[in-house]
């Protein structure tokens, strides 16, 4: 059975490419907002990666930190932690140097009802960032919220699609690309873009929200009826592989899963687990945020670990009562207002 052990465990696990990878890998690395959902299994991964193909690295972690648990956690991986604001000028620039960057802070969760702060976290911030680093590669997080709705027939958005981001929130993350892009065509600084639509596991992501409503007995909205999700051990070891596809100009890349899922088969599935039947309001519309991740498929292969793995994960997870992290995506959403 599934547990807090064995899952960082399985999120942090490198694959042989990744850990080939970190053998030629050179430099030190740097996690810009590791603090959240994703940085501390991606920063994991990267050090049992080094520690795997023998090499000796300063992998280092930088957060407010809001929450002093967060920060014992993740030195007690064996990443050195630095605690402060990025938006604060002087702390940026007292950071050390590093020739690996990824860059995962941001806001999305209750941007609406704090919309400089979104844009300062998501413009300003990178900006500032491509130009305090703008000797290391760059690898950023962006998000598939950047492009329009789509016909769920089409196998959704490509990099070569235009954005048409709806929403400030959608519009911020754009300009997050924009500032990326032009530090790295000033500065030549090699940067990949990662657009991702959704990363999942048992704690957090589209599965979560949906398994919440079903177990809760909640009606479970129709009118965004369709996604895309991937495994968030996949997800870590796309986005470390990414800086070997860094370049000028920056280098957009679509990281999800190879299915388009449908939100009432995923709730019918996780009323199956919990011997529920799911409870539905308004109807499927034909159009939704998807993301086509071909390009990623040829990079770096398809993703090892299925969804409906995850939903069984996530399915025992929860009827153990174990714990959440309590952050809706709010995927349904479709007016751009998070």
Known sequence: MLDESTLEILLSQPDVP??????????????????????????HMAKRA???????????????FSDPNEQTNIESLGIETIKGDLLDEDFLNSLPEAKNVFFLAGMKFGSETNLSLTWAMNTLLPGMVAKRFHNSKIVA??????????????????????????GEYAQSCL???????????????????????????????????????VKNNEPVDLEMGYFNAIWQGDANTVVLRSLEQTSVPANI???????????????????????????????????????NAAKSFELFGEPKIGIEKVIEWTANWMKMEKKTLD?????EVRDGKY
């Open 253 to 291: 890349i679509n990281i999800t899963g190879e299915e388009t899922l449908s939100v009432r088969a995923v709730a019918e599935e996780f009323g199956k687990h919990f011997g529920i039947r799911p409870q539905f309001m308004g109807v499927e519309s034909d159009t939704a945020l998807l993301n």
């Open 327 to 331: 952050k809706p995506t709010h995927f």
């Open 50 to 64: 080094c520690e795997m193909a023998g090499v000796t690295k300063r992998i280092i972690g930088v957060s407010r």
């Open 175 to 213: 300009g997050r690309e924009r500032m990326f892009e032009y530090g790295s065509s000033k500065n030549n600084t090699p940067t990949a873009l990662i657009r991702l639509n959704y990363a999942v596991e048992p704690r957090y992501g589209v599965l979560v929200d949906i398994a919440n409503k």
């Open 18 to 43: 990744t850990v080939e990878m970190f053998k030629q890998l050179e430099g030190d690395i740097i996690f810009l907002g590791i603090g959240g959902k994703i940085g501390p299994s991606l920063a």
């Open 141 to 166: 997080y962006s998000t598939g919220c950047v492009y329009p709705m789509v016909s769920v027939a089409s196998g959704g958005s490509k990099e070569t699609d235009r954005p048409i981001a709806v």
